[in-house]
Every structure is written in C-alpha cells, then in structure tokens.
C-alpha cells in the first residue's frame, strides 16, 4: 500500500513513492511485514491481509523539543480542537485528509494535517484519528503522531501546501424561476398589484440602506481603529516596544525621501531619530505587498525576544490602522555589500578584519540555531 501526504503533487508523490521502493529493498530486503513513513509517503505491506483493517498500534511520536511556555491551557485547546475538527472532516471526505489552521494568538496559528489511508471507513477512520489525537505531545510546539492506518501532525507554520488544500468556495444557491401571479382582472386587482410593488421596493431599500451603512461603519473601523498588538502572553513580552504612529512620523520627518536608505520586498527602511536622541532604522511595511502581515508579526514575535551583540535589536513596532512599522537600531556602517563591492571601500576590510566579520556571523547564526529560547533557521541569509 502507497499512501501519499494529500498536499503533494503527482511528481512529488511519484518521487517518494519511487524512493520509498528502493529504500525498502536495501533497509529490508528480507521483512515479510514492513511499514516506512516519509514525509511526503508511506509505504505498507504485509504477508497478511492488511486492506480495509484500521490498526492504530505500533505508533511513531515525533515532537518539536521546544515546550509551550506560556497559555499552555490555551494551546492545548486550540490544537486539540483544531485536530479532531479536521479529523471529523477527512473521515467524511473521499480522500480521508485534511488540513487547516486556527488562530492561538493576534500572531501566532496552529497549522494541523491529519490522513487515513482511504481504505478505512468513515468510522474507523475518524477512531482513529480521535485515538491518536489524544496522544499528541501538546505541550511542544509541534508534533505528530503516525500509525500504519492514520496520521496526525501540528505545527506552529505552515508546514503543507496551503494552495493545495485551499477550500473552493461553496457553489452558487440554485435559482429557481418565478412564480408566476395568476393575472387578475379589473382595476381593483392591478390597484392591489401596485401596493405589493411599491411596498417590496421600499422595504428593498430599506435593506440595502442598512447594509451600506453596516459595511461603511465596519469599513471605517477597520481602516482607522487601533488594533491591539497581542494577546495573552505575546502583550507582556513586547507590549512595552509599541510605539505611537505620530513618533514614529516626527523621527523619520514624516518618511521623507531624504531619509530614505533602502528597499526590499517588505517595504521601504528610513533613518531617524527619536526625541531621546536614538538613531534608529524604520522598516514601513509595503502596503502592495502580497506577503505582508504575517511577516510582520513573525519578525516582531520572534525577533523582540532575541537578544545577541551580533544582531540587530529591535526598539520598537507600530501597529495602527493599516500602517505596520518597525524600528531597529541604527548600523551607521550600513551593509557588509557597501564595502565589499564597492572599489574604494574594498581596501578597509583586510583579511584580519574579514576573518572577525565570519566570526561574528557565525557566532549569531550559532544563536539562532541553537543558543536562543526559539530555535530559527534564518533561509534568507544575504
């Protein structure tokens, strides 16, 4: 049996399925009963019949070493609830998978997957799933657990193919033809027909002035309200970081094109200064940008509680309205890119100095995997 992960694409799932063969006749070239887990596959046989039969034994626990430190009530909640909310869901569906996310903070998901081989029924399926489920290590940050019929996995990013398990939009409502009025003869009638017109129209009105003033109201208050940073835990780590909009405004002379030093696919970044005096660098998220806010909030969850002479602080956020900022200290030496390939600046950068920038690097990429409270893997190093 081949059962592939339901996010996977038909080459991915055939490359797995392909490796997952020739894996099987190194690592198990005589087993009579073998039973392999990829994260893209599994591969299942047996001597004995093994279709149609939910087995939820034998089970492989995998977790994320870090542990839920704070609401860890709240977290074990929501991701319990997300699990068997998606269990009820993938044991009715032909596939026997699904995938979804629900919100634990302002600024954090819990992203959950879970799959049974689609053999099983409906109800041996989500048994399964709900036996595993109640396994799950919720007091880390990730985890899942695999049985040879069904498979659960959370974790706190997005770790499937959200465009894959998108849900399509619910079709259209059926129209149905109007009924038509029996015709109805002489003047009283057409009097009566004129009445129930006039009064259908003017409670249609009536409705669509409602609901243009409900949407308008939401919509102001949406574009010019306020919106709370955190929740629960994350508003005592940073709360004290949150800066007024206007400061930010009077720092950077209102984003002047003259304190502008650099773009990138986040937004725009200004130099400024503070009424203490602090120089700082403002990062202005792009309000085109098709990958905005998430990122947003991940920087300032994540990068508020590092802390490493390598690394460049964070000082403060805004959250306003349709405006996220954020400020960092100030490098006045910009780049490393400004003096490496710059022809004039190349000759202060001996190999005395280039050897201690390496150190440097790798002593606050060594923080990031290994030293800080979160583990992170940069991806994006430049």
Request: overall charge positive; aromatic content about 8%; charged content about 20%.
């Amino acid at each position: 049996l081949f059962l592939c992960r339901g996010d996977q694409s038909p080459e991915a799932c055939r490359n797995c399925v392909t490796f997952s063969v020739n894996d099987t006749l190194n690592r198990c070239p005589s087993e009579r009963e073998v039973t392999l887990y990829y994260d893209e596959c599994m591969l299942r046989y047996s001597n004995r019949n093994i279709l149609s039969t939910m087995n939820p034994n034998g089970g492989i626990i995998l977790y994320n070493s870090q542990n839920v430190t704070s609401n860890q009530t709240g977290f074990r909640d929501v991701v319990l609830s997300t699990m068997n909310q998606a269990a009820t869901e993938a044991s009715r569906s032909s596939r026997k998978f699904d995938a979804r996310n629900a919100n634990f903070t302002a600024f954090q998901s819990v992203y959950g997957l879970v799959q049974c081989t689609p053999d099983l029924t409906t109800q041996d399926c989500l048994r399964c799933l709900q036996q595993i489920n109640n396994q799950l290590p919720v007091d880390k940050i990730g985890g899942r657990l695999i049985v040879p019929s069904c498979t659960s996995r959370y974790e706190l990013y997005a770790f499937y193919n959200e465009s894959a398990v998108r849900r399509p939009p619910p079709p259209p409502p059926v129209s149905t033809p109007p009924v038509s009025a029996p015709p109805l003869s002489g003047k009283g009638g057409n009097s009566k027909v004129l009445v129930v017109a006039i009064v259908v129209a003017i409670i249609v009105a009536v409705l669509l002035l409602i609901a243009g003033y409900c949407f308008l109201a939401k919509r102001a208050k949406k574009t010019y309200g306020t919106t709370s940073a955190f929740d629960g835990d994350d508003i005592t780590t940073v709360e004290s970081l949150q800066l007024e909009y206007r400061t930010i405004q009077a720092a950077t002379n209102d984003f002047a094109e003259s304190n502008k030093i650099g773009q990138g696919g986040f937004g725009e970044v200004y130099e400024g200064t503070l009424s203490d005096g602090t120089e700082v660098a403002v990062k202005r998220l792009s309000k085109s940008s098709g990958q905005g806010e998430r990122e947003f909030k991940n920087e300032v969850v994540l990068v508020a509680k590092l802390q490493h002479r390598n690394l460049v602080r964070l000082l403060g956020f805004c959250l306003q309205g349709e405006e996220r900022v954020l400020v960092y200290e100030y490098v006045p030496n910009k780049s490393l890119d400004y003096f490496l390939f710059d022809p004039a600046k190349q000759g202060e950068l001996d190999w005395s100095r280039r050897y201690k920038i390496i150190g440097g690097i790798a002593r606050g990429i060594l923080y990031l995997h290994q030293d800080s409270r979160l583990t992170i893997i940069h991806r994006d190093l430049k």
